[in-house]
């Protein structure tokens, strides 16, 4: 047999596996569909960046962004306010944007928010965008509005993190690139990327033990054992962003309120959702309340915060009551709500207004 003739047939066995595994995945693994990123598609939900003032946001559809002679609320934050999955008429302050308009409050909500960041990146971002805007004549900032994710307080910013990465090399960023938009089409692929993932973190063993991996990305927020140091340090420097954003917000009459972006962790006590912490996170080991934090800093600089966790656990658990479970969260993500949970947190903002 010619080797020509061996490999083409290897050819064909091996498709006819990958084939199968593909069929199976899709079948046993349809919550993996569709988990694919590229330069305009997120979770496969297409979305359009648009500028304003040269500021990066997101527009509605691909026609030039128009800005209304509405007073402005700007909006800062990570991925959570950029529409991670989520088409525009979906995302929770642009759906804020209409219950408000309903009540008979006209204003136009601007999100400046860019995925990874966090407090460090929007406290820089904010004191930036109201010394570029605020003179020009024909805006109007009301409010400012910082989206505060439970895994804000860490030692570095997104750029940070860039820069600091050995794996964030030109050919590391255009293999994961490619990973997230083309491999991920792959149902089997994307599964096997999930259980890989959790296959190397250490899910089990002491707080210390442990280390990072106890509580991943929170680890700072909720000061982990043995990085309560740490922790405190970073706590310090986040009240003092937040003092400086008071400030100069205060100086230019612009109103500066928090909403405090829900976690699975604060919705899903009965632990329904498919892969309810699959990285097991164990918040024993946390040392902080940062809630309690947050309302002393809160009472300390006379800020207002929208802590929408309460009625969307509420909602939550009526659904399951009803025996009308709908994940509030995405497939294996403590962090990103799903549309359904953004109408309900645009509600309880709009009621707090």
């Known amino acids: 047999m010619s080797y020509t003739k061996i490999i083409s047939i290897n050819l064909i066995v091996l498709t006819c596996i990958m084939l199968a595994l593909e069929i199976s995945a899709r079948i046993f693994f349809p919550e993996f569909q569709g988990h694919v990123f590229s330069h305009n598609k997120s979770m496969n939900i297409t979305y359009h960046d648009g500028s304003f003032y040269n500021y990066q946001i997101r527009k509605p559809n691909n026609s030039n962004f128009i800005e209304s002679k509405r007073p402005l609320v700007l909006v800062f934050g990570d991925s959570i306010s950029g529409g991670f999955g989520t088409p525009y008429e979906d995302i929770w302050w642009n759906k804020l944007e209409r219950l408000l308009l309903v009540k008979g409050i006209e204003v136009q909500l601007i999100s400046i928010s860019g995925y990874g960041n966090n407090m460090g990146d929007s406290s820089s971002n904010i004191i930036k965008a109201i ?22 307080i860490m030692p570095f910013t ?52 442990r280390g ?40 230019n009459n612009i109103e500066f309120e928090i909403f405090l972006s829900p976690t ?7 632990k329904i959702h498919p892969y309810f912490n699959y990285l097991n996170y164990d918040f024993n080991c946390s040392k902080i309340d940062p809630r309690s934090r947050l309302s002393n800093f809160a009472s300390d600089l006379n800020l207002k915060i929208y ?3 309460e009625e969307l656990r509420r909602s939550f658990e009526a659904r399951i009551k009803e025996g009308n479970f709908i994940p509030y969260f995405f497939t294996a993500d403590d962090n990103h709500f799903t549309p359904t949970a953004a109408s309900y947190i645009a509600e309880e903002i709009a009621s707090k207004w």
């Open 131 to 152: 010394n570029d805007l605020s003179s020009k004549e024909n805006i109007l900032i009301k409010k400012i509005i910082y989206q505060f994710n439970f895994n804000d």
């Open 158 to 209: 997104s750029d940070d993190l860039e820069s600091s990465s050995k794996l964030n090399s030109e050919l590391f960023s255009k293999i994961a690139k490619w990973r997230y938009e083309y491999a991920n089409q792959s149902v089997f692929l994307r599964t096997l990327q999930h259980y890989a993932g959790q296959m190397i973190r250490k899910s089990s063993g002491s707080c210390i033990d």
């Open 212 to 251: 990072w991996s106890a509580l991943g990305p929170y680890t700072w927020t909720y000061g982990s054992e043995g990085f309560l140091n740490e922790s405190e340090k970073y706590w310090s420097i986040f009240k003092n962003n937040l003092k400086s954003i008071k400030e100069i917000t205060k100086k």
């Open 264 to 270: 699975l962790f604060d919705v899903d006590h009965l």
């Open 307 to 309: 802590d929408p966790a």
